[in-house]
């Protein structure tokens, strides 16, 4: 079945960029998505990319798919604080599920 | 717009009690999903819905009914709970998928004893 894997932590110094990245396994996804959780709430869409596309940027976040290698990637430009939270990378393909990885925990020390 | 609600936040049960988990939204939003959220495993496609009346199994639906008489509504049953259970349950509607945004409720934290 469909697989989507990310590494559970990262911890970045404030003012540092920070890579978070990400693998799957179908091949047929349509788009690709990032989530932010912040403690204690649901989870917030951040971005998202299709798969047609190899990279999107959006203020401070960018997003990079290499389609060959399945290997998506959510770098955030001059990390804060506030961007303390889990990301999730996601994948819909060509069915009506959108499947999850296992979240990555981002830390930001000042 | 309320957006998605869920009832309740925390709830305790004992092993073998059922509940059901509500998940309410005013969006008029066609696709709904229940997932679970346990440490290290990110989130878990229960059950979801791409409209009233239609629902199928997701990843981990054993244990678990679902169903979807009104567009607004898709209430979450746990028929005899176990403690593999005991996880936090987040509800989420979007339009369709795609490039809609999937739209989460604030969760409920479910403890099973």
């Known amino acids: 079945g469909e697989d989507v894997e990310q590494s559970l932590f990262l911890s970045v110094r404030e003012g540092d960029s920070s890579v978070i990245n990400c693998t799957y396994t179908d091949s047929s996804s349509t788009y690709l998505y990032w989530y932010k959780q912040e403690p204690g709430a649901g989870l917030q869409l951040l971005t998202y990319i299709f798969s047609n596309m190899d990279m999107k940027q959006d203020q401070r976040l960018t997003v990079l798919l290499n389609k060959k290698d399945k290997h998506l990637s959510l770098r955030i430009a001059d990390t804060q604080t506030g961007d303390s939270a889990i990301y999730f990378c996601?994948?819909?393909?060509?069915?009506?599920?959108?499947?999850f990885g296992t979240g990555t925990r981002l830390q930001v020390f000042p | 717009n309320a957006g998605v609600t869920q009832t309740p936040k925390f709830q305790v049960l004992k092993t073998g009690q059922s509940m059901t988990l509500q998940c309410a939204q005013d969006?008029?939003?066609?696709?709904m999903s229940w997932y679970r959220q346990d440490p290290g495993m990110g989130l878990r496609l229960i059950h979801y819905s791409v409209g009233a009346g239609i629902t199928d199994q997701g990843e981990v639906p054993n244990g678990y009914n679902v169903s979807r008489s009104t567009t607004e509504d898709f209430p979450l049953r746990l028929l005899s709970a176990a403690p593999s259970q005991t996880s936090v349950y987040f509800c989420?509607?979007?339009?369709?998928?795609?490039?809609?945004?999937?739209?989460f409720g604030p969760g409920t934290r479910l403890t099973v004893l």
């Open positions: 989420a509607s979007s339009p369709g998928l795609g490039t809609d945004t999937q739209y």
């Open positions: 996601a994948e819909s393909g060509n069915t009506d599920k959108l499947i």
């Open positions: 969006m008029n939003h066609e696709y």
